[in-house]
């Protein structure tokens, strides 16, 4: 583990030679200890004082399971949530992930500063950590989006499978209106950049940038679901996109990504991975 100056120090050379502030920027840093749990105080509270000297954003995990609720109560007589507020990890330009275990004054917190919420649904039921309470999220205004947390506990990472798993985990306890594809969907994209700060991007419109993912309607999955679309990407098994445009760029056509020679790159990966495996 590096100390806390060298990782203060790392910090701001990350933000100094890599952040763009430009709109339509696809390189921004953000600065992300771990979780309030796993660092010091002082480390998280430095740590806010940098990203809001350089203008960047603050992400950490928060209230994810019971085990940190318990800690936190225990270590710092506070409950996740509490907690993070004092040490000044709320307002417009922080997002959390998770957020499982939370009270309705928790949910008016969040509402109330702006603090934004990144959902993980997979990586949630992955690791039996709980349902976050999303439909509270939205109907109280919070800014909420979709994430897939990390590979060692989502395995696909595929935002589409994560708006899927959204909807559903907010209709397992019995209420059908717990969420609607279009919110869902609405999570992946305008919910996304409303919780990352951005207005440059998230949806089709003059301005923004020329950001959009097409699906073939005519394949076997889609089959009977032509006369509402956007339900159907959302209710069937999620399928790989045909088309991705990113700022005017093209980098999926027809399935295949356009940027990098796949082939040479799973069988790195494989290669890597047998050696970590095998000690």
């Known amino acids: 583990m590096e100390d806390e100056k060298t990782i203060l120090a790392e910090m701001q050379r990350a933000i100094e030679i890599f952040h763009d502030p430009r709109p339509y920027a696809t390189t921004r840093i953000a600065l992300a200890p771990c979780s309030p749990f796993s660092v010091s105080p002082d480390l998280m509270r ?8 350089y203008g960047v954003h603050l992400h950490t995990h928060l209230a994810e399971t019971l085990d940190e609720e318990r800690f936190c109560l225990e270590r710092y007589g506070r409950r996740p949530v ?32 702006r603090t934004g919420i990144c959902h993980c649904p997979s990586s949630n039921m992955r690791l039996a950590s709980g349902i976050a309470p999303v439909r509270a999220y939205m109907d109280a205004g919070c800014r909420v989006g979709l994430g897939v947390d990390g590979s060692a506990s989502n395995d ?11 909807l559903l985990l907010q209709r397992v306890g019995g209420n059908p209106a717990g969420m609607t594809a279009q919110e869902a969907l609405w999570m992946a994209t305008r919910g996304g950049a409303a919780v990352l700060g951005r207005d440059d991007v998230g949806q089709l419109m003059p301005g923004k940038a020329a950001d959009l993912v097409g699906y073939r309607l005519g394949e076997l999955a889609y089959a009977g679901a032509q006369h509402d679309p956007l ?5 069937c098994t999620p399928q790989q996109a045909d088309l991705v445009v990113i700022n005017g760029r093209v980098v999926v056509r027809d399935g295949q990504l356009t940027t990098v020679d796949i082939g040479p790159v799973v069988e790195r990966h494989n290669r890597i991975s047998r050696a970590l495996v095998n000690g």
């Open 82 to 113: 509490e907690y993070a507020e004092d040490l000044g990890w709320v307002g417009s330009d922080v997002w959390h992930a998770h957020c499982v275990h939370v009270e309705s004054a928790e949910v008016q917190r969040f509402a109330r500063t």
């Open 231 to 235: 339900a159907a990407l959302v209710f």
């Open 46 to 53: 430095e740590s806010a004082s940098l990203a809001r000297a």
């Open 156 to 166: 696909s990472s595929h935002l589409l499978a994560e708006a899927r798993m959204a």
